[in-house]
């Protein structure tokens, strides 16, 4: 026999058994002192990997200790009833044996057994509704602008059907995708023309990025990346999957028009693509007829397009330093670095990786690689064969994605096309059962200055329609109720939710990012109101420039128009008074205070038909606050052969 075969105590019994008895009661001391240190000071750490995997250890430990000190105290009690010859209550005695004697037996081996194969299946908040984390960003702080617009598609496209895609003009009417992000604009701003929204949206971004009180300079660059994940071929004959929904051509064109018409940006200083696909034509075509000067990018030039070029600086520094994402650097395109101002423009569907396909997930298509498949390790799941990472606490590639100098952190707002929607990337887009859409297409698009809060609202809206329901095999439909699902949301918004010893440095510079904004889940899914609409938080204000029901408004006869009431009212600090012409009229629009002195003109131009939105922000025409109390506003339409005056009554609270 060797020594080490003789006196090693790996080999020692005597060893074998003191570890054996000490090891759950030491392990068990050790997880309740864990626990206390770890939770006390910081509760959300509850929610950690390692605290699910002490807590089970430490409710073992806790049951083993309670029934072995109830264990003692019966038998000793035991025995002195016996003597006393008490024998009732010596069986009471004996009973609470037994019960502590099972305490210590089965509760911690159910335990240990939960605590090994604990599985979450479907999303669970641990911080429930309305319990907004973060710090709200934008002129109106967590605010995100909902338009909805039944008429902007066609209830009746089919886009199974190879001759009916959803792109089609047919299917998609421009006029009101128009109108729709014309007046998101005006309600995210607060401001009366498009002209004086634009203007502080480009000087609320530069006051945030140190370059002072300015807007909008000449000769800046403006780079917008949309999503073409399946244009893999120019044609969408070639490709296979060129019904499957994609960035909407028509959402893109609308923000166009914005950027150029309304906001001053010559064509020229406009780059628009996804880098590493191409442009599909029917999207290059309907985009290039209107602003033929704009550069239209594709990752082989064709057709008269512009190819990428790749940069050779390293600017994506990933913060999990390689634990998860093996390559641990990313390099981008000259467009994008170079641009002064990003725009991010996804389709809003879920993701069978990711969960959500949203603003993060959006810039996967963004690096000089051939793929993303790199950045797969830190999503939800990374293949179909790997396990769900869906604890709170993990390593989240959005957060950095998000939070980038020069990725998320050069958006200058923040526009989800909703137009035609759907549960996971790689499908057409279905009708929604939800409210307000009630089986027809989503119709939407949102607005905000603020990611992390119009993240939120579109996470909800997706959670809402696609539950995990058990008769769904596979788990084609889901996506968006993964387990843990919105931590990226919670760790970018606050940064106590960070994973245990990461910090988030996507620059790698030695500056953690900040709170990128504001994140909460909304009370339910049939009122859909956050803390601001409530009063109760400093978080999420959803403005919805529709009618909460779905239920379309009967449109009003040519030579007569509607005017709704002003939304919210009583109102601080501005609200917004819709209404919807017949036909192309002479609009006036003008604030009255009680005692009929006029404050402000909101409107005085041609207009045309179809539904518009006048904002106030409670300011006097000499830019002014207006003081509280009761106003009026009239509304005079004017047109061939006719002339008609409507007002109503708003309160201003300051």
Known sequence: MTPCQSNCKHNNPVSKSWRKRFFLPVTGLLSVLWILVRIIPKPSRAAYPCMKVAAPLASTFIAYTIGLLVSVFSIRKVKGTMHQRRYRLTAVFILLLIGSAGLMVFQPAQD????????????????????????????????????????????????????????????????????????????????????????????????????????????????????????????????????????????????????????????????????????????????????????????????????????????????????????????????????????????????????????????????????????????????????????????????????????????????????????????????????????????????????????SVCLDILQAEFPKTESEEPQNYWYANFPAVDDYLHQAADSQYWPEGLTYDPEDDGTPIASLGTHEHWNNETDQQYSRNLGSGEGIELVKLFETTGIQISRPEPGTFTLSEAYPNPFNPQTNIRFELGQNAYVIMEIFNIQGKKVRTLIDSEQTAGRHVAVWNGRDSGGQPAASGTYIYRLLVRGHGFEHIKSGEMILLR
């Open 112 to 455: 240990m057994i939960a605590g090994q194969n604990e599985t979450v299946k479907t999303f669970e908040d641990p911080l429930g509704p309305n319990q907004p984390i973060g710090e709200a960003r934008g002129i109106h702080p967590g605010r995100v602008v909902w338009a909805y617009d039944p008429d902007a598609t066609n209830e009746n496209c089919n886009p199974n059907k190879s001759t009916d895609n959803y792109y089609l003009d047919k299917n998609t009417n421009q006029e009101a995708v128009d109108r729709m992000l014309a007046e998101a604009v005006l309600v995210l701003t607060g401001m009366p023309t498009h002209a004086e929204a634009w203007d502080a949206i480009f000087r609320y971004f530069n006051q945030n990025h140190d370059k002072g009180d300015v807007g909008y300079a000449a000769g800046e660059k403006i780079f917008i990346k949309i999503n073409a994940v399946h244009a893999w071929t120019p044609r969408p004959d070639g490709s296979g999957t060129h019904t499957n929904v994609d960035t909407s051509p028509h959402a893109v064109l609308a923000m166009l028009k914005q950027l150029v018409n309304e906001a001053g940006v010559p064509q020229e200083s406009i780059y628009i693509g996804d880098p590493y696909t191409h442009i599909f034509t029917h999207c290059h075509d309907h985009w290039r007829s209107v602003f033929p000067n704009i550069h239209y990018l594709d990752k082989n030039g064709l057709d008269g397009r512009e190819a990428p070029t790749p940069s050779t600086k390293t600017l994506m520094y990933f913060s999990d330093k390689g634990d998860v994402i093996k390559e641990k650097t990313d390099k981008y395109y000259l467009e994008m670095e170079n641009a002064d101002y990003l725009l991010n423009i996804p389709a809003m569907k879920g993701h069978r990786w990711g969960g959500v396909t949203l603003f993060g997930k959006n810039f996967f298509g963004t690096n000089t690689r051939s793929g993303a498949s790199h950045m797969h390790p830190a999503l939800h799941r990374e293949d179909y064969d790997k396990p769900l990472r869906g604890e709170y606490g993990m390593y989240r590639v959005f957060v950095d994605l998000l939070g980038h100098k020069d990725l998320g952190g050069k958006i200058l707002i923040y526009y989800m096309d909703a137009l035609w929607s759907c549960s996971y990337e790689h499908e057409p887009p279905v009708k929604f059962k939800t409210a307000p859409f009630n089986e027809d297409w989503t119709s939407s698009i949102l607005l905000s200055q603020d990611p992390l809060a119009i993240e």
